[in-house]
């Protein structure tokens, strides 16, 4: 059974009892602490089993949904909730197979970081970027800019979870004031985080700049006792995240529809 949160219905003693270390329930969690006061932008659910237990959970922001999923979890269920529940993508772990049909999939590898706090020396040129620069930097950075919000999207998205605890971003600029490398959280709680969106500008690549902002973020995450994960694209800057102290940990998938 999946249920919805609404009235007497509160998932949130459904989502305390899942692992908080998993980066899905990180996902749902942190967007249930951003959003859930804003029905009908976002809608959570819990999936039950016969003994009213919580086997999986998911979210919707928008059309875009996220599952958390158990070896308990009913998938014929869920695939049946997903095809009629308008969803335009679909991000979810990816060693579960959901009988869906779509038009597209990318998948890659969850990492998580594993090594002692990075020993960065302090650097003032650090700062919260304007959010228009940050997203003019991943536009650049990203082949692929079909699954990006538009700016303003993006911008009220990010803004609105920075607000609320659930995101943050830092950027490092150079003498003209120019963003040259970012990195940011796309999703955090009080003990977990997923480090995304990590951009350097073209002019400004294999200068260390990339590794130094995922080194900085990692370094305050860490500091705040978090566990820390990434999704990182298939065949793509595993090395890189490696030398920052990431290993791989599992598999994500997103469909889109």
């Known amino acids: 059974m999946i249920k919805i949160h609404q009235g007497d219905f509160d998932i949130k003693k459904y989502l305390d009892k899942f692992p908080y270390d998993d980066p899905f329930v990180c996902r749902i969690a942190s967007l249930f602490t951003a959003y859930k006061e804003l029905i009908p932008f976002a809608d959570f659910w819990i999936q039950l089993d016969k003994n009213q237990e919580g086997v999986s959970a ?13 070896d308990k979890s009913d998938l014929e269920e869920i695939a049946s909730f997903i095809r009629v529940a308008g969803a335009s993508s679909l991000l979810t772990d990816g060693k579960y197979n959901l009988d869906i049909q779509c038009r597209k999939m990318c998948f890659g590898s969850i990492m998580k970081y594993i090594f002692p ?3 960065l020396s302090e650097n003032e040129s650090v700062i919260n970027p304007n959010l228009k620069a940050v997203y003019s930097l991943l536009t650049e950075n990203f082949s692929d800019n079909s699954n990006l919000p538009d700016c303003e999207s993006f911008c009220l998205d990010v803004s609105f979870k920075q607000r609320r605890n659930t995101s943050r971003v830092y950027g490092i600029e150079d003498e003209k004031g120019k963003l040259m490398s970012c990195a940011m959280t796309v999703a955090e709680t009080d003990k977990c985080a997923i480090v995304g969106a990590v951009a350097t500008g073209k002019e400004y690549r294999k200068k260390g700049y990339g590794t130094y902002m995922t080194k900085y973020i990692t370094g305050q995450l860490f500091r705040e006792k978090k566990k820390i994960y990434l999704f990182r694209e298939h065949n793509k800057n595993e090395k890189f995240y490696n030398n920052a102290g990431y290993i791989n940990c599992g598999t994500w998938k997103e469909l889109y529809f």
Request: no cysteine; aromatic share 12%; hydrophobic share 40%.
């Open 58 to 70: 998911l979210s919707r922001l928008g059309t875009q949904f996220i599952l958390y999923l158990t």
């Open 117 to 119: 706090k990075p020993q």
